[in-house]
Structures are given as C-alpha cells and as structure tokens.
Nanobody, 127 residues
Framework: QVQLVESGGGSVQAGGSLRLSCTAS????????MAWFRQAPGKEREGVAG???????DYADSVKGRFTISRDIAKNTLYLQMNSLKPEDTAMFYC?????????????????????WGQGTQVTVSS
C-alpha cells in the first residue's frame, strides 16, 4: 500500500505561481509512474501532468508551457511547479501513482491505471 500526501495548495492571484508537492510512502518509489490530476466543481477529473520512471513526461494542452512536473527520487517526492496561473486552473489537485515496474501506461494522463491517490490539495486562482 502506498500513501500519498500532497501539500502546497493555496490561493493566488492570476499570473502568480504555486508549487505542489506529493510525498510517497514507499521504498520502491523509483518504480512508480506519478501524475497530477485536478477536478473543478461540476467538472470531470482531468490529467494535468505525468512523469514516468525514466523521465518521460506528458502534459495537458491547457498547461503546457506553464506547468512543470518533476520528481526527487531521494526524497520520494513529486512536484508540480505552476506558473502563470489562471482562474480556470482553480481546482482540487490530486497526486496519483501506479507501479511501472513492468509496463508504463501509454498515456500518463488517463486516471484508469492509477491505483493510489492522495487526499487532494485545493488551488484557487482569483482574477
């Protein structure tokens, strides 16, 4: 069982920045593919950014050039640097993980393969 704990959410004005963190409780963190998802009120959960074992990354078109996903293997921590935030980025952000020891999902932004989820951290962007 892997536990994921997010932090770093908050309120910011449009154009501002936030960095989300997600710490995983597993000694085999390097075997996992990780991703950030978000869900706004009344909307479906969507994949924002994902990172595979060897550094491959996927981004939603809506965040390309503004968000950067990264991971620190030594700290078992996933990050999402969010710049140039927009009001439409307002959502609950979730960290997710799936073991990629034997295979990597074709898309890192589909929530189906992920079987571990954090509790979420709220991001609110005001205009």
């Amino acid at each position: 069982q892997v536990q994921l704990v997010e932090s770093g959410g908050g309120s910011v004005q449009a154009g501002g920045s936030l960095r989300l963190s997600c710490t995983a409780s597993t000694v085999t963190y390097w075997l996992y593919c990780m991703a950030w998802f978000r869900q706004a009120p009344g909307k479906e959960r969507e994949g924002v950014a994902g990172i595979a074992r060897y550094g491959r990354t996927d981004y939603a078109d809506s965040v390309k050039g503004r968000f950067t996903i990264s991971r620190d293997i030594a700290k078992n921590t996933l990050y999402l640097q969010m710049n140039s935030l927009k009001p439409e980025d307002t959502a609950m952000f979730y960290c997710a993980a799936v073991s990629c020891a034997y295979r990597t999902p074709s898309s890192l932004l589909d929530f189906g393969p992920y079987n571990y989820w954090g509790q979420g951290t709220q991001v609110t962007v005001s205009s």
